[in-house]
């Protein structure tokens, strides 16, 4: 389906995804969904990328906040998304240093950040990243000479960046054509139409030009659809 015009998509066969967005997350559910065999489809209103992805802080991070509320499933998952975007993209994500200086007034005590600091390590199995180091007052002053005087040591630990997530995206949606997925750039979609709760049929327009799809309907503005 790589290079299908908005009008051939809708007149072959019913899709089994339609993803609308081509920010970093909608370009890895299009890429996924084409490899494991999906009759996928991705709609990007702007420019793939151009949205939040954009303007994110540029982290790959497993969420080790997320292990305070006992999420341990999605820090665990993180983690190997991490470690695979490590392991594949070493020109463009790489590991990130992180200091969590004790301070008077930090809200946990060291020896519960140094627990949750080895299960974050732990959850990660050691990919990717070195794992966490107790800092010494020196040693933390010596990397960090701008903290408060009070701070008293602290921890190293790593998660990743990205350094240009709109080019991730891209990758990511150059990959999904690759396997088989139907991606347009500059094609928003208009309206989505599920015509009842029982039903599996659902329609979709993208703004004009009213195209029709078996399990569905929807519509591109003439001439915006593009497969490049
Ligand atoms: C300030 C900030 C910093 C962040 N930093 C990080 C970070 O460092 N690390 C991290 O993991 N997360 C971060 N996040 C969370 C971030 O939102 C997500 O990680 C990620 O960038 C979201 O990607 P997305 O694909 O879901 O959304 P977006 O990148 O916003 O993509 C949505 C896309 O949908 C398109 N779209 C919208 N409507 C339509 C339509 N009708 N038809 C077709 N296309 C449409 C838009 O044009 C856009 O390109 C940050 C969030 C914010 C707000």
Known sequence: MGRLTPAELAGGPPLDVAVIGGGINGAAIARAAAANGLRAALFEASDYGFGTTWRSTKLIHGGLRYLEHGDVGLVFESLRERA???????????????????LPWTRRPAWQLRMGLATYDLLALYRGVPGHRRLS????????????????????????????????TW??????????????????????????????????????????CRRGRWSTRPGRGSTR
Do not use: M
Request: proline fraction near 9%; include cysteine; aromatic fraction near 10%.
């Open 84 to 102: 695979w975007l490590l392991a594949t993209r070493p020109y463009l994500v790489r590991p990130q240093r992180f200091l969590l200086p004790l």
């Open 137 to 168: 007052e020196a040693r933390l002053r010596e990397l960090a000479p701008y903290l408060p005087a009070e701070a008293r040591g602290g921890f190293s630990f790593f998660d990743a960046r990205v350094i240009a997530p709109e080019r991730l």
């Open 171 to 212: 990758e990511l949606v150059r990959e999904a054509r690759q396997l088989g997925a139907a991606c347009f750039n500059h094609c928003p979609v208009a309206a989505v139409e599920a015509p009842g709760a029982q039903s599996k049929r659902w329609s979709w327009s993208t703004a004009a030009s009213g195209c029709g």
